[in-house]
């Protein structure tokens, strides 16, 4: 038996233009391209297909994310939204984020999108310093970002903004004004990501010529720790190794991710997910891409459980240790070494756990 | 046809280098309208196998002298080409690749005539890719070159210049007949290591081996003897009849001896069985390859190997990886110490972790080389600087030509091995060739100097080193190994020391941070996939206490610049 699909994922994936640093799955046309157009009606097909199955009656979460949403114009958009309304039983509290871009988010669409349901909004700031912005090849200014913050912040109470630190040239003081800021602005949940450098980008190529210079993990490590001790001090929660909230504010549909539920991805190169009764099976442009075991399956929730600040009880990793031998060791060795700390019987990660997530999560699954 | 026929190895190919000898019979339709039979030796130049040229040259009547048009008369050259005269050989000086728009072959004919004192107008000028002057050769051969002298009458002695193992045949050898003639079912004799066995067939190679009846007098060609312990077949042995054989054996036979040891350990501890294999394997094809158990405490177990040289080394350590696929450390090379106790014992010291207590050693003695190097006279002053800071000994210095100086050196072979070849060629722009000859043991004011990672000494990068130059040494090898060593969780220091004085310090700083904070639902696969890489990384590392250390680390010693 499988499991049924709790978080549903639509993916756009189209921007204005790319950025520097993304190799996602995007391509930059024009909003009134053509292939928008049949790209978003091919989408609303499928979902429709896939409500008549019966396969999102347990969805409890939407996400739609790309690519930039707002981008494809705001009639696409609307038929999107108003389908996930038709073809799910939303209860009025499930959250149902789109993500936003400050250059395409209007007062007009936002409004559109909270009255047919959407009621959480994702926007991709990046930085409030308008040479962060320059440097990321970014295409809106600063100014654009705080009117796109007001703007969502006016329909919705539940909004989020994605930070990115550690940008060639930025500075601490310059960080930490971006973070003073977007606090100030009343958003709710903040993402935080390191700059990841990502092969054959314009950023990847800038910095090989020595044109740019990426901050090496000791300066990004002191960013990371500035980030945790204002966004505490602001009282934010971190509960993911890159989330902060508002208590209450959590992201749900992250969440899911997090803690091994089982999800559909619909649109191109969107990913699916599926607990079944003899593992776990991923999904991508309707194909089987990967089939994990019981043990893997088991290794690999174990491993995304400890992205987040509630950890795993004790009592879970001593129940593991019977499919999974040596994984009581591993959670030794991990508090031994201080990534991990015990409290209230849980593990948890500790600050230098958060920056070395890589060492706790490549012990568990090296298990597997 | 292919290209580079009697270098077969993939490793003598790629490098364009020989390290085995091939013997080879051609017929040869002459000018003069008769048919010569040539047995040809292609043979090493390399010092590392000097013996075995020396054989080879034993067994030959006269030797092509092949210079390249582009590097001129080099010290190998001269060594070479020493040793051919001191076997009373005809030498027939060519100067090959005058095809390259850098030959100058002016310049090169000078050399040959000052520096080898052979007269060079006779020299041939060829280019072996192009064919130029190889029929010229061919018959130089021919009108200068003497038949083989022989007595057929006389008792059986053949020269053993070379053998290879056959899965099949056992060890096959390859022979020059001196006197007498050898056939199949005769009953023989190897006079240095005493063994009597059967002729089961003889043969000649064109290159495939080809069955002939007997070989006589002044042939060349190889034996089965049905053999299976190639130590029992020496390279520079004399075959004989095992019932009224030869009184005497032919001159110059002697032990071949390693010169240089390094650890090989298995970086996964269950490859211990394989790489004992293999090196049993290799060994039936190289005889001169030694071997015995050695246990390191942070690399487990593995093995003490000995080679004629650096270049040895390297080829034989590319063939295990590469021909029996394992994943192998090599410790930092290191030689013969004679240590003499103060009990009156003399130990022989293959391996730093062997050497006893600093208080029960009377003295120590190490091999010292006798260097031979031509260079340009402008870098005379660079390989004084560099041998001197290596602790050579000045000997003697002569001008070969207007643009080749001779200089002569008494060199610790300790110090030679690390890197100084590759400085001597840096600091001449690559002017400068070597080659260099066993000279003598002397006592030398010498210390084991461990490093310690985390507190703890690692047997496996110990070294011994004179003691004038044990702390700059210290601190350079730290100071690689900090570049080396990947960062890892907690700090790592470093330390050099003597016994429990500590001579240089640094550290690896602990990693700060280590994570792609992205990971939603596409992104979970591929970041397993990167958590999968670098685990594969750290299997290329071996564990020491709590300290990752990468294979590189262990020959870091070759690569430091102090």
């Not at chain 1, 100014?143 to 989020?160: F, L, M, P, Y």
């Not at chain 2, 001191?86 to 310049?107: F, G, H, S, T």
């Amino acid at each position: 038996m499988s499991e049924d699909y709790r978080a549903l994922y639509l993916h756009i994936p189209f921007c204005a233009s790319r950025c520097g640093y993304c190799d996602f799955v995007t391509e930059a046309l024009e909003a009134d391209d053509e292939r928008i157009s049949s790209y978003t009606e091919e989408l609303i097909r499928v979902l429709r297909r896939s409500s008549r199955s019966g396969e999102l009656g347990s969805v409890k979460t939407v996400y739609v994310g790309g690519g930039t949403p707002t981008h494809i114009g705001s009639r696409r958009l609307i038929s999107l939204v108003y389908t996930v309304g038709l073809s799910l039983n939303l209860h009025t509290d499930s959250e149902f984020t789109v993500e936003a871009n400050p250059e395409s988010l209007t007062a007009p669409l936002a409004r559109d999108l909270f009255s047919l349901g959407v009621n959480r909004f994702s926007l991709g700031v990046q930085s409030l310093n308008d040479d962060d912005l320059l440097v990321l090849g970014r295409g809106h200014n600063s100014d654009a970002a705080r009117r796109a913050i007001a703007t969502a912040g006016e329909r919705c109470n539940n909004v989020s903004v994605d930070l990115i630190c550690g940008i060639p040239k930025q500075t601490l003081s310059g960080w930490q004004a971006t973070l003073r800021e977007v606090v100030a602005s009343g958003v709710k949940h903040i993402s935080v990501y390191p700059l990841t450098l990502e092969a054959t980008t314009p950023l990847a190529r800038d910095i090989a010529a020595g044109r740019l210079v990426l901050p090496d993990d000791d300066s990004q490590a002191e960013l990371l720790l500035a980030t945790a001790d204002l966004l505490a001090a602001e009282g934010f929660e971190r509960y993911e190794v890159a989330s902060w909230a508002r208590p209450g504010y959590a992201c749900a549909h992250n969440i899911a991710y997090w803690t091994g539920q089982s999800y559909l991805g619909l649109g191109r190169g969107a990913a699916g997910m599926r607990n079944t009764a003899s593992g776990r099976q991923r999904y991508q442009d309707g194909e089987l891409v990967e089939s994990l075991s019981l043990r893997q399956r088991l290794a690999e929730d174990l491993m995304l459980a400890m992205r987040l600040a509630r950890g795993i009880a004790v009592s879970e990793v001593q129940a593991a240790e019977e499919s999974l031998a040596g994984i009581a060791a591993v959670f030794s060795t991990l508090l031994a070494d201080g990534l991990v700390e015990l409290c209230e019987g849980r593990y948890c990660p500790t600050q230098r756990g958060w920056l070395l997530g890589n060492q706790i999560f490549g012990r568990i699954w090296a298990l597997a | 046809m292919v290209e580079q026929l009697l270098d077969s190895m993939d490793i003598e190919r790629e490098r364009g280098i020989t390290i085995k000898s091939q013997a080879v019979r051609v017929l040869y339709q002459a000018d003069d309208g008769r048919e010569y039979q040539f047995n040809l030796i292609d043979t090493p130049g390399h010092v590392d196998f000097t013996y075995e040229v020396s054989r080879s040259l034993a067994a030959c009547e006269g030797a092509v002298l092949v210079v390249d048009a582009t590097q001129g008369v080099e010290a190998q050259t001269v060594a070479n080409a020493m040793m051919a005269m001191n076997a009373n050989l005809e030498i027939i000086p060519l100067i090959n690749k005058i095809d390259l728009p850098a030959a100058d072959v002016e310049r090169v004919r000078g050399e040959i005539e000052e520096g080898l004192a052979i007269p060079a107008d006779e020299a041939i000028l060829a280019s072996a890719k192009t064919g130029e002057g190889v029929h010229k050769l061919l018959e130089a051969i021919v009108a200068r070159i003497p038949a083989p002298r022989g007595e057929a009458a006389r008792p059986l002695k053949a020269l053993i210049f070379d053998s290879y193992f056959d899965a099949y045949r056992g060890v096959v050898a390859l022979v020059r007949v001196v006197d007498g003639s050898l056939q199949k079912g005769q009953m023989i004799r190897l006079m240095a290591t005493d063994v009597q066995t059967l002729v089961e067939e003889v043969g000649v190679r064109r290159p495939a081996n080809t069955p002939v009846e007997a070989l006589k007098s002044g042939e060349v060609g190889y034996l089965m003897c049905g053999l299976k312990d190639p130590s029992l077949v020496k390279v520079g042995d004399t075959v004989t009849v095992a019932q009224g054989g030869a009184d005497e054996p032919l001159p110059g036979y002697r032990e071949v001896k390693p010169m240089v040891f390094t650890g090989l350990f298995p970086i996964d501890g269950d490859q211990y069985e394989d790489l004992r294999d293999a090196l049993e394997k290799l060994t039936l094809n190289d005889p001169a390859l030694v071997y015995e158990p050695e246990t390191s405490h942070a690399l487990g177990f593995g093995f003490r190997v000995g080679f004629l040289g650096l270049l040895h080394m390297e080829v034989v350590k590319e063939r295990l990886e590469r021909e029996f696929d394992l994943d192998l450390i090599a410790t930092a090379p290191s030689v013969e110490y004679h240590v003499f106790t103060t009990k009156g014992e003399m130990l022989a010291i293959h391996s730093p972790q062997d050497m006893p207590d600093a208080t029960l050693i009377e003295r120590i003695e190490e091999p010292y080389l006798k260097a031979t190097i031509l260079v340009p006279p402008d870098y005379v002053g660079a390989v004084m600087d560099l041998s001197v800071g290596r602790r050579g000994i000045f000997d003697t210095m002569q001008y070969l030509s207007a643009s080749t100086v001779e200089m002569k050196w008494a060199i610790p072979l300790s110090e030679l091995i690390v890197d100084y070849f590759n400085q001597l060629k840096s600091r001449t722009r690559g002017y400068a060739s070597l080659d260099y000859e066993f000279d003598s043991y002397r006592a030398s004011d010498l210390v084991k100097l461990d490093i310690l990672l985390s507190g703890k000494a690692v047997d496996a990068l110990s070294f011994i080193v004179h003691k004038d130059k044990a702390y700059a040494r210290g601190d350079a090898l730290a100071k690689k190994l900090k570049e080396i060593i990947p960062r890892q969780l907690f700090e790592v220091p470093i330390q050099a020391a003597i016994g429990s004085r500590i001579l240089a310090r640094t550290n690896v700083k602990a990693l700060r941070k280590d994570v792609l904070a992205k990971c939603y639902g596409g992104d979970i696969t591929r970041k397993r996939k990167l958590l999968e890489k670098q685990k594969a990384g750290k299997r290329r590392m071996k564990n020491i206490g709590n300290v990752e250390v990468p294979q590189e680390a262990f020959m870091a010693l070759l690569k430091v610049d102090e």
